[in-house]
T-cell receptor, first 117, second 114 residues
């Protein structure tokens, strides 16, 4: 089975621009979570989607948004980029059954390295 | 609020020796899961081991085992017979059942000396 894929792998943007990152989960996985990883803040939870519904979100400004499609693929968008948004953005998927109990193991993608100049 | 604390920013171990990475957590929920993830320099995060809070028995995966102390809210990872390939960043994580939000610790960078 193919793993979690994230595109693009690297991205360079300038302040004020917006960016869209994509995540394709493992086939059959219905939950997708997004994390921001920086040297100073570590891994911070952005949001989690299950069956196209956002079930939880972290403490990030409204400039960070996401969505999930019917095939479980997910995108996250960051508008009006700031220098502090430079980070590795990780996506993780998990299987979960109909109960969507959220305790299944998460499988991570390689990440998208975003640099804001 | 849910928190995960890893008090050791860096650890070092000699090849073939044993090392223990510490993790403490805090959650108000009674039903939760704990994980250790490994992130090698290539950056792909992978699961090392998981523990269900309702299980008293400590989880074991080959050379990796945990010491789960529920009352103390402690969840340490023991790596036996350390190998060069174990060198990585290790993250402790906690998720409440039904919370849909995984909280990670700051990580411990493990160095393995040949």
């Amino acid at each position: 089975k193919a793993g979690v894929t994230q595109t693009p792998r690297y991205l360079i943007k300038t302040r004020g621009q917006q960016v869209t990152l994509s995540c394709s989960p493992i086939s059959g996985h219905r939950s997708v979570s997004w994390y921001q990883q920086t040297p100073g803040q570590g891994l911070q939870f952005l949001f989690e989607y299950f069956s196209e519904t956002q079930r939880n979100k972290g403490n990030f400004p409204g400039r960070f948004s996401g969505r999930q499609f019917s095939n479980s693929r997910s995108e996250m968008n960051v508008s009006t980029l700031e220098l502090g948004d430079s980070a590795l953005y990780l996506c993780a998927s998990s299987l979960q059954g109909d109960a969507g109990t959220s305790t299944d193991t998460q499988y991570f993608g390689p990440g998208t390295r975003l640099t804001v100049l | 609020a849910q928190t995960v604390t890893q008090s050791q920013p860096e650890m070092s171990v000699q090849e073939a020796e044993t090392v223990t990475l510490s993790c403490t957590y805090d959650t108000s929920e009674s039903d939760y899961y704990l994980f250790w993830y490994k992130q090698p320099p290539s950056r792909q995060m992978i699961l090392v081991i998981r523990q269900e809070a309702y299980k008293q028995q400590n989880a074991t995966e080959n050379r990796f085992s945990v010491n789960f102390q529920k009352a103390a809210k402690s969840f340490s990872l023991k790596i036996s017979d350390s190998q060069l390939g174990d060198a990585a960043m290790y993250f402790c994580a906690c998720i409440n059942t039904g919370g849909f939000k995984t909280i990670f610790g700051a990580g411990t960078r493990l160095f393995v000396k040949a």
